[in-house]
């Protein structure tokens, strides 16, 4: 089962930042937190992904809390390609990657 | 384009058939792992392997087997397909596969239809 909590759906306007929100309240010390996409029915992408500190890439950024029992992925100036179900999953390596339900990211023009 | 190629795009077979799934990882990753995204089930991991051993198992049914070759890519062989069996396959790969810190990149599916 997967160790995430998101919300089932969100929308964004275009051009506008999309934060999507994640908790991950049971999760252990050594586990990272990584964001995939899966646009339509393509491959899951994968985006970002970090352990304590907030990270930050060409796709996105990644702010984790300081007790580490949620996070948000900020996707800056959103377009309608982002338009995808977004997965949060957290992963300690020795175990498979676990997707959830995912939150439906829905960017309007 | 993740560098992850998976063959066929599209496979079309009747129950009770055998088929199998080729991947071939991202150059440099030991890794492979194989996924099977249902309507109803969602994104489901069925088996990794690493540098050509098995590292770990999912739900994968007894009817579906997977290896990986020398040149580390691997094939997923589907048999006495039943139409439940009808599903997106994915593989992915990864540099080591036991690190957290390594990604897992992920091929472009391929489309199984049991009829």
């Known amino acids: 089962d997967a160790k995430t909590t998101q919300p089932p759906s969100m929308d964004c306007a275009e051009g506008r930042a999309a934060n999507l929100p994640c908790n991950h309240s049971t999760i252990s010390g050594n586990e990272y937190v990584y964001w995939y996409r899966q646009i339509h029915s393509q491959g899951p992408q994968y985006i970002i992904h970090?352990?304590?500190n907030n990270e930050t890439n060409e796709m996105a950024s990644l702010i984790i809390t300081e007790d580490r029992k949620s996070s948000t992925l900020i996707l800056p100036h959103a377009t309608l390609r982002d338009t995808a179900v977004y997965y949060c999953i957290v992963f300690s390596g020795n175990t498979p990657l676990v997707f959830g339900k995912g939150t439906r990211l829905s960017v309007i023009a | 384009d993740s560098g992850v190629t998976q063959t066929p795009k599209h496979l079309i077979t009747a129950t009770g058939q055998r088929v199998t799934l080729r991947c071939s990882p991202r150059?440099?990753?030991?890794?492979v792992y194989w996924y099977q995204q249902s309507l109803d089930q969602g994104l489901q991991f069925l088996i990794q392997?690493?540098?050509?051993?098995?590292?770990a198992k999912g739900n994968i049914l007894e009817r579906f087997s997977a290896q990986q070759f020398p040149d580390l890519h691997s094939e997923l062989n589907l048999s006495s397909l039943e139409l439940g069996d009808s599903a997106l396959y994915f593989c992915a790969s990864s540099v080591t596969g036991q690190d957290p810190y390594n990604e897992q990149f992920f091929g472009p599916g391929t489309r199984l239809t049991v009829l």
């Open positions: 392997y690493y540098n050509g051993e098995e590292r």
């Open positions: 970090g352990l304590k």
């Open positions: 150059s440099g990753d030991l890794s």
